[in-house]
């Protein structure tokens, strides 16, 4: 059964900061493409960022140079770091999981963060 599970969300205030870690379970982490997606009330999903396999990293141009993509492969996790934190960015970001080749795509359950004074 796959699961990915995230967590560290919260409430923080403009200008700050959260890291969200999501833990992988019955795949193969290492030759998984990881990401991270959001999507805030009356939004569409978006994509926040992603780190290939071998460890390529592509950001949506909102979070560029804010935001923070990692792995790590001994412990099947996969972190976003978050840094200058807006309203905006006020959403429930969603871990990603996808095989090669694409042919399958796992979803987390989601966690919220609210950006707000």
């Known amino acids: 059964q796959v699961q990915l599970v995230e967590s560290g969300g919260g409430l923080v205030q403009p200008g700050g900061s959260l890291k969200l870690s999501c833990t992988a379970s019955g795949i193969r982490f290492v030759v998984y493409d990881m990401g991270w997606y959001r999507q805030a009330p009356g939004n569409q999903r978006e994509l926040v960022a992603i780190?290939?396999?071998?460890?390529?990293?592509n950001y949506g141009d909102s979070v560029k140079g804010r935001f923070a993509i990692s792995r790590d492969n001994a412990n099947n996790t996969v972190d976003l770091q978050m840094n200058n934190l807006k309203p905006e960015d006020t959403a429930v970001y969603y871990c990603?999981?996808?095989?090669?080749?694409?042919?399958?795509?796992?979803w987390g359950q989601g966690t919220q963060v609210t950006v707000s004074s």
């Open positions: 780190i290939t396999s071998g460890g390529s990293t």
């Open positions: 990603t999981g996808d095989s090669p080749l694409a042919t399958r795509q796992y």
